[in-house]
């Protein structure tokens, strides 16, 4: 799917599309209560361009790659690009910036080494996709007898010289590569529907017993239509029950039947669904999205009511029905669809919306019109000049 439909679209998107595409998705966000999203794409400057318009913050890592993929010609331009995004005056926008290698598999080791020594000078965050598909691993093996991991700590990458490395998916990282991680500077992104669309769950229990610090993510809109993070959450929540459900236990039931096989497959379930009670706790689930994602990037903290802190502040009606009765307005944040009783939202000191009219006042406005406008017609001129 990413090599042979999104790179062949990406390849005819233009630095408008691209623009015009982050501010619609941005409108997405804030409407499903996001005031700060991590974006790793294609010419960076013109997806902060389009953050930036919708008011949004976030953290942009502009696609880093030189060995195969649409933005292969134009690494160098991107590297400048990130330090550009760096600025003062991005941040008085709300905008920081990251590195963004896209994955093992499309970017060389001399790339890698700029990205280190710049990451090293700067201090900046580096946002990567590691080992995300089958086909990546089999490349880190066949160039280089090896995980991509692995690869990544023989290249330095993985070293202190990189102060804060997100690396998203970790679908193929085993145990070994596990302890390869630091708990101080890295942290591991899961995007659960995504990953059932393009290959299988990562193993965030191993990823919890390791001690890795892991954040949950929406990845993109093309992954799966909605950029609500809280429907991940309610994902999370569900693993408990998954080992089970793919467990031998099961297989065995499914081949032949019989109460005994039942039982067994019954206690295997119970006995996950309490080794793993806590994950559907509130401050386990929202720390996936309050917590470790407001301390990655040194400049842009977030998730927080503290000096220092970006003032991002969103306001519940706690007696709206999707949050009734009230009483436990966490496990409603956690667990529920709550955007019908978002009141408003202040992203960097600003309100979004109205207060009581959030959601209306934004798809009213004249900015959020010509947004969708723009967007519907550029996507349908990308998929035209792309044969798609």
Not at 333 to 338: I, P
């Amino acid at each position: 799917m990413v090599e042979d439909l999104f790179f062949k679209v990406e390849s005819s998107l233009e630095v408008g599309d691209a623009e015009a595409l982050a501010r619609w998705g941005a409108y997405e966000s804030l409407l499903c209560g996001v005031g700060m999203v991590w974006d790793h794409y294609y010419h960076g400057e013109a997806v902060a361009s389009g953050l930036s318009q919708a008011g949004i913050s976030a953290v942009v890592a502009p696609t880093l790659q030189d060995i195969t993929g649409p933005g292969a010609h134009m690494w160098a331009e991107q590297l400048d690009a990130t330090e550009r995004l760096a600025s003062a005056s991005w941040a008085e926008r709300g905008i920081w910036s990251a590195f963004g290698p896209h994955a093992t598999d499309t970017v060389s080791a001399d790339l890698w080494g700029e990205i280190v020594g710049r990451a090293s000078a700067t201090g900046l965050p580096v946002h990567a996709h590691v080992a995300q598909s089958i086909e990546e691993y089999e490349r880190a093996f066949e160039r280089h007898g090896c995980s991509p991991v692995e690869w990544l700590e023989r290249l330095g990458a993985l070293g202190e010289d990189v102060a804060s490395f997100l690396l998203v998916h970790g679908i193929f990282v085993s145990r070994e590569d596990l302890a390869r991680l630091s708990p101080e500077r890295h942290t591991l992104g899961f995007c659960p529907y995504s990953q059932l669309i393009f290959s299988l769950p990562a193993d965030v229990a191993a990823w919890q017993e390791s001690g890795i610090p892991w954040v949950v993510a929406t990845d993109c809109a093309a992954s799966n239509d909605a950029m609500t993070v809280q429907k991940e959450l309610r994902f999370v929540a569900g693993l408990r029950a998954m080992g089970a459900a793919h467990s031998v236990q099961r297989e065995s039931f499914t081949q032949g039947g019989g109460l005994e096989a039942a039982r067994a497959l019954a206690t295997r379930r119970a006995r996950e669904y309490e080794e793993r009670r806590g994950w559907a706790d509130s401050s386990f689930l929202l720390e996936r999205v309050w917590g470790a994602p407001g301390r990655m990037h040194p400049e842009a903290r977030a998730g927080a009511l503290e000096p220092g802190a970006l003032a991002n502040l969103a306001v519940w009606d706690v007696e709206h029905p999707s949050m009734w009765p009230g009483d436990r307005p966490l496990r409603a944040l956690s667990m529920g669809d709550t955007a019908g009783a978002l009141q408003n939202l202040m992203v960097t000191g600003r309100w979004r919306g109205e207060h009581g009219d959030y959601a209306g006042s934004i798809t009213r406005s004249p900015e959020y019109r010509e947004a969708r406008d723009e967007a519907t017609a550029r996507l349908r001129a990308l998929f035209s000049r792309a044969g798609v």
